[in-house]
C-alpha cells in the first residue's frame, strides 16, 4: 500500500511537471520548435504511432505520384525523352521509398531514424533530377533545369518533413542545383542565376510553411496533453476519493461498505463454499478505560495488520465495526474456516502492546459461519453473529462454529 502510495505521488509529480512545462511553452511567443528535454521526449513518444501511420501513407502514395506524375512529364511535355535516364530517375527513387517504409517505419522505430529515413529518401529523389540533368549530354536548356525543380517542390510541399529535415533538404538541392547549373557552360550565367533564383524563389515559401505547420502541430499538440494531464489528475483525485470511501481511515483494511459489495459478489457465484468469520476483541471498553483511547486506537491497528498477514490472497479482511473485524473465506470449507478461525485466534493472543512501558497482551472471540444454506448476507452475518455471541458467553477467547 505504502509503494503504490509512492508510485502514485510520483505519477502526479511527473503530470504536474509536464503539465507546467507545457503551459510554460504555450506562453512562449518565439519560433522556435524543441521543448524542453521531459517535454520533447513525451511528445516523441505520444505521436510515435500516428506519425508512423502517417509517413507509411506519404510514402507509398508519394512514390505512386512521382513515378506517375514523371512519366505523364515525358510522354506530354518533353520531346524524344532519354527514357534511360528517366527510368534511373523514378524507378530508382521509387523503390528506395518502399525499402525505405518498410525498414525504417516499422513500430518501435527510433523517432530519429524514422526521420533520417524519410530525409534521405527524399534527397535521392530530388538530387536524382537534378544529376540527371547535371550529367546530359550538351547542350542541356533553360527547360531541362526547370523540370528538375518540381521533384524537390514535390518533396517540400507533400511529403510531411519536420522542419530540420527540411531545411537539410531545401539547402542540399539549392546547392546541388547551383554546382549543376555551374557545371555547364552553355547555360548563361545571367539564366543560371535566375534558374537558382527561380528554385529559391519556389521552395522557400514551403520552408516557411513547414516552419509553421510544425509550430502549429506541436501548439496543439500542447493543447491536447495539457487536457490528458487534467483528466488523468481529476480522475486519479476521484479513485482516491473512491478508495477512502471504500477504505477504514483507522486501520487502512476495507470497511462495512466495501464488505457488503464483496458479500453480495460472493453471495450471487452459485456453490456452497465458503464462509464468514465475526471476530470481536474481548474486554475492549475495558481495554480503553484502562490504557486510553490512544492506546486502543494502536491495538485495533495491530490486530487488523496482524489478521491480514495470517489470511491467503483469496480471503478478505474488512472492520465490521467498532472492535468487531470481518474475514470472508470463498472457498473454505466449515472445517476449513474453523482451523483458520483458530490460527487467527492464536496469532492475536501472541501478540504484545507496549502501553506505558507495560507489556499488554488482548484477546479475540471468533463466531464462524458456513455459507451452505445461507444466501443472504444477513443469513450469513446473523449465524456468524450468533456463534459469536455463544463464544463470548462460554468464556472469550476461542472459536464456535454456527
Known amino acids: 500500500m505504502i509503494e503504490t502510495a509512492r508510485s502514485g505521488v510520483i505519477r502526479e509529480d511527473r503530470s504536474s511537471s509536464l503539465e507546467a512545462l507545457a503551459e510554460s511553452e504555450l506562453a512562449h511567443p518565439g519560433f522556435r520548435l524543441k521543448f524542453p528535454a521531459a517535454l520533447e521526449v513525451r511528445y516523441w513518444h505520444d505521436i510515435a504511432a500516428e506519425r508512423v501511420k502517417e509517413l507509411r501513407f506519404i510514402l507509398l502514395w508519394g512514390a505512386a505520384l512521382y513515378f506517375g506524375l514523371g512519366i505523364v512529364l515525358n510522354l506530354t511535355i518533353i520531346p524524344n525523352p532519354d527514357w534511360r535516364g528517366v527510368s534511373i530517375q523514378l524507378i530508382g527513387p521509387s523503390l528506395a521509398a518502399l525499402v525505405v517504409r518498410h525498414v525504417w517505419l516499422r513500430d518501435g522505430c527510433a523517432a530519429a531514424m524514422r526521420e533520417a529515413g524519410l530525409l534521405a529518401i527524399c534527397l535521392l529523389c530530388t538530387l536524382a533530377a537534378i544529376f540527371i540533368v547535371a550529367v546530359k549530354p550538351a547542350p542541356a536548356t533553360l527547360r531541362d533545369f526547370l523540370l528538375a525543380i518540381p521533384p524537390t517542390s514535390f518533396a517540400m510541399i507533400f511529403v510531411r518533413l519536420r522542419f530540420r529535415q527540411a531545411a537539410i533538404l531545401f539547402l542540399a538541392n539549392i546547392g546541388a542545383f547551383v554546382l549543376a547549373l555551374a557545371g555547364r557552360p552553355e547555360v548563361h550565367r545571367g539564366d543560371a542565376m535566375f534558374l537558382a533564383g527561380f528554385m529559391a524563389t519556389i521552395l522557400l515559401p514551403s520552408l516557411v510553411g513547414v516552419h509553421a505547420f510544425e509550430r502549429a502541430a506541436r501548439r496543439i499538440y500542447l493543447h491536447g496533453l495539457l487536457e490528458r494531464l487534467r483528466n488523468e489528475k481529476l480522475a486519479a483525485s476521484n479513485a482516491a476519493l473512491t478508495g477512502l470511501s471504500y477504505t477504514d481511515s483507522l486501520t487502512g483494511i476495507p470497511n462495512r461498505r466495501q464488505l457488503d459489495q464483496a458479500l453480495s459478489a460472493f453471495l450471487a457465484v452459485p456453490g456452497s463454499a465458503g464462509a464468514l468469520l465475526l471476530i470481536d476483541i474481548d474486554m475492549f471498553k475495558a481495554f480503553n478505560d484502562r490504557h486510553g483511547h490512544l492506546a486502543g486506537d494502536t491495538c485495533l491497528r495491530q490486530i487488523a495488520q496482524c489478521l491480514g498477514s495470517c489470511l491467503q490472497p483469496l480471503d478478505q479482511l474488512a472492520r465490521f ?64 453473529d450468533a456463534a459469536l455471541y455463544a463464544a463470548k458467553r462460554a468464556g472469550r477467547n476461542r472459536v464456535l462454529v454456527a
Do not use: C, K, M, N
Open 321 to 384: 465495526g467498532g472492535e468487531e473485524f470481518v474475514v470472508l473465506l470463498p472457498q473454505a470449507t466449515s472445517r476449513e474456516a474453523a482451523q483458520s478461525a483458530e490460527a487467527l485466534r492464536e496469532a492475536v493472543q501472541r501478540l504484545r502492546f507496549s502501553v506505558q512501558g507495560q507489556s499488554v497482551g488482548i484477546t479475540v472471540s471468533i463466531g464462524v459461519a458456513a455459507r451452505e444454506g445461507l444466501d443472504t448476507p444477513q443469513a450469513l452475518i446473523g449465524a456468524a
